[in-house]
């Protein structure tokens, strides 16, 4: 137990003063740094996001090509000078 001096009257104190501060600034701290964490890892969610709706529309356009070309192939179009 510690000892406060308050206008001449010793008062007990279960936990000093400084202990309430460095835990108020422990819990901040740790706040900060979780929101820290929840950031970078909607960011990195949304980096990879990003890159897979990329790749889907490559391979659908490469889909796409290939139909039209196979289409174009098979009937062969004599518009567009396609022989083979």
Wanted: with cysteine.
């Amino acid at each position: 137990m510690t000892l406060v001096n308050m206008r001449g009257a010793f008062i007990q104190v279960q936990c000093p003063i400084q202990d309430m501060d460095m835990r108020a600034e422990t819990l901040i701290y740790d706040f900060h740094k979780f929101c820290d964490d929840l950031n970078e890892q909607f960011w990195w969610n949304m980096i990879i996001k990003r890159s897979n709706l990329i790749d889907r529309f490559l391979w659908a356009g490469l889909f796409a090509f290939e139909q039209i070309s196979g289409f174009l192939i098979s009937f062969r179009v004599s518009v567009l000078h396609i022989s083979f």
